[in-house]
DNA sequence: AATTAGCACTCTATGGTTGAGAGTGCTAAA
DNA sequence: TTTAGCACTCTCAACCATAGAGTGCTAATT
């Protein structure tokens, strides 16, 4: 199997073309649009090789060519990167007015998966940033009411974390206040990973080190574990994708959305890319749930302060602007690793 | 205009076989499903009458009936209470359970969507409880890195409310401490609303009253804004909505869409109908928005300790099942508004 | 006066047919 | 190795034709 220059020319003809006007595409398509100084015949017979090769295949016999997931990945990496599309001044513009007007965490998330979605035209996906690596820096606890209890547990890095506890007695403003106290004596500069065993483990070491406050460590076991909050998951609009021409029958429509509310794939799919490297591409059939095999998932790291915290995504049929998704996920990675990390 | 005896019992044969099969109703299927002593062309001349004063229409001349908004209208109004839809012990007991495994109010609100969209088949929406009626009971500052503060604010009837500010000095932990005890000095007691307004407007005051504290106030003014803060809104699963026959033509869904992810219209809907009355039915072109004229919105209260706090919805087809949906609601509604008093 | 049987009429939905057009693949020539 | 030329294949849209579902009206019946 050789592929020659000119076949990379046209099997990038066809990703561009297909990614673009969504419809086969012929010899004739390809000479035009390229200006191509080749017959069509000759880009017949490289279509047909391309074809044989795996990268290609026709919907029918008399039909144009249209990429396989082999054509896509080897678009994606051999081909791309040459021809990365950068984000246009009023893109960047826009993207950092809407930071600006994000103040909490949630709603720093919430406007990154919407700025994907938009810029992509496909479905932005983010995973809240991990915090399990961090140090205990801060904690705190309100009373809600005489059965709720809130903690605020804040890491070096400015994260913080919060579980409501359900509790069966009334307990004092200053018990909170010891038990928050013995808290970050104990724990103050560990990782929450270690607090979180450590308490978890050791709960009567501290019961009876601290008897005064025996009746609330028994609450304390029961509700503070940390590792137990599962990702949290947050999607842009699903307008722009609905739009997508592969999505116009509904049964496909379906198996998109039943994939999306499941969730748990979804993430374990992303937090295996962000594992692998800074940027990760999975197209089609690689993402091994036949029922999305027509979309793939793009994957991009992001930081806080240097380190991996979290991941965002874009997820779209496999005919999506590979290059665009690329562009609009690094920049906006960087400013939310920037936003992150001030 | 007479609605006679036969002519409400056909009225709701429509509308009951429309809302179950999605195809026009046709005389020889009300008589058949009815068990009706009567003849289909009796049926059919009821049905001209019916159809005379907008209660149903017809898609073709040679078709069956479905109703109109007006005859949906009627339904509810008139022939619905007379049977509404229980939930199963079953229903009951899942929904109990799902609420057992909530914690906090964000997994609470989402869980109450999911379960309406389960139940109903349709779209559940929740309005996040409305505190500004509430009164003051604790505020808390976190620092959680030299430019971000946490504040945490809590109520009277135990919900919590949450801003990160920013900030471009460093301020101790004292003077926050200090800062908060202020705050609770003058506030305790006073109504969220009344704390916004007299904390803007009085801000100079504050700050030469205790001038220890002066570079804080600049900065608590322009971040403490609580009423601000946009009403949160959750949606529980869209695929269900999909799978309604209604939406097989793509152009349909597009509108649905857009127009929840616009997210204010609905929000406003929605409130406008929990200020009226305790459960509101919002039929069809009754919504005034044009592209969704095919769409109904049932709108729910819920109360926390008595007052109303916010609202739970159904978003689906007019053809949708109105009195399932209005059970599910009532039953939910209880329960949400039991959790929450708690 | 209300109901019903009977029947003509209307409209949709389905399936089959056709022809145009797009695009290929092959062969033979350049 | 490239290309012109052409037969071949398949889709798509348009156009029937027909079956059947359901109505609305008229005249008969209760």
New interface residues.
């Given amino acids: 199997m050789i592929i020659n220059n000119r076949m990379s020319t046209i099997l990038n003809a066809v990703v561009h073309l297909y990614i673009t006007n969504a419809e086969p595409v012929s010899s004739e398509m390809i000479v035009s649009y390229y200006g191509l100084a080749i017959s069509t015949a000759t880009v017949r017979n490289d279509l047909q090789l391309l074809e044989k090769y795996g990268f290609l295949k026709k919907p029918h016999t008399s039909a144009g060519r249209i990429p396989t997931d082999k054509g896509y990945r080897f678009y994606v990496d051999q081909l791309m990167e040459k021809e990365i599309v950068h984000l246009t001044e009023e893109e960047k513009q826009d993207i950092k007015e809407h930071y600006k007007i994000a103040?909490?965490?949630n709603e720093i998330m919430k406007v990154t998966s919407v700025l994907i979605s938009r810029l992509t035209q496909n479905l932005g996906v983010v995973l809240a940033p991990n915090m399990i690596k961090d140090t205990l820096k801060?904690i705190?606890f309100?009373?809600?009411?005489n059965?709720?209890i809130?903690a605020?547990l804040?890491t070096n890095?400015?994260?913080?974390f919060?579980?409501?506890?359900?509790v069966n007695c009334d307990i004092s403003e200053e018990n909170l206040e010891a038990i928050s106290q013995i808290i970050k004596k104990e724990f103050y500069g560990k990782s929450l990973e270690v607090v979180n065993d450590e308490m978890l483990n050791q709960i009567y070491h501290y019961y009876f080190k601290y008897q005064t406050l025996d009746s609330i460590w028994n609450l304390i076991e029961n509700c503070f574990d940390f590792t137990e909050e599962e990702t949290k998951i947050f999607f842009g609009?699903?307008?722009y994708i609905?739009?997508q021409p592969e999505?116009?029958e509904?049964e496909r429509?379906?198996y998109l959305?039943?994939f999306i509310?499941e969730e748990d794939n979804l993430i374990k799919i992303i937090k295996k890319s962000i594992f692998n490297k800074q940027i990760d591409i999975i197209i089609g059939s690689e993402l091994g749930q036949e029922i999305m095999e027509n979309c793939s998932v793009i994957t991009r790291q992001y930081l806080l302060k240097g380190k991996l915290r979290g991941a965002i995504s874009v997820l779209g049929p496999t005919r999506m602007n590979y290059s665009k998704s690329v562009s609009v996920l690094d920049f906006i990675s960087h400013q939310l690793s920037e936003i992150l990390s001030?």
């Fill in positions: 103040r909490d965490y801060d705190h309100v009373t809600l009411n059965q709720r809130l605020t804040v890095s400015g994260l913080f919060q579980k409501m506890m359900r609009n699903r307008s609905l739009k999505f116009k509904i429509l379906n959305f039943d509310e001030e």
